[in-house]
């Protein structure tokens, strides 16, 4: 069974820097596209960056500051944030749109998310 296991959440203060990891586990065929969401109290679910046959798209909230990348040897997704800001206090979500074989439609996987907070 295909499982997301984010990791890299905590506490950081305003201005410094946290490294998110998404692992895929499991049987896949391919892995595209693949990136972060975010969540925070009293918002709805929102897009932060997404990684696609070498293609990344940012939300402007995060553009300059975040960087998604993927190593595919690992199947891993990251995403480098830098200088964080209260605003950026969320549950950081991984998703991914999963085929398990040349002939199947993409699944979509959510991790169950890591929380990052950012303190003045």
């Known amino acids: 069974q295909v499982q997301l296991v984010e990791s890299g959440g905590g506490l950081v203060q305003a201005g410094g820097s946290l490294r998110l990891s998404c692992e895929v586990s499991?049987?896949?065929?391919?892995?595209?596209?693949i990136g972060w969401h975010r969540q925070a109290p009293g918002k709805q679910r929102e897009l932060v960056a997404i990684i696609s046959s070498g293609n990344t798209l940012y939300a402007d909230s995060v553009k300059g500051r975040f960087t998604i990348s993927r190593d595919n040897a690992k199947n891993t997704v990251y995403l480098q944030m830098n200088s964080l800001n209260h605003e950026d206090t969320a549950v950081y979500y991984c998703?991914?749109?999963?085929?398990?074989?040349?002939?199947?439609?993409?699944?979509?996987?959510w991790g169950q998310g890591t929380q990052v907070t950012v303190s003045s």
């Open positions: 499991g049987y896949t065929y391919s892995i595209n596209p």
């Open positions: 998703k991914a749109d999963i085929k398990r074989s040349i002939w199947d439609a993409s699944t979509v996987y």
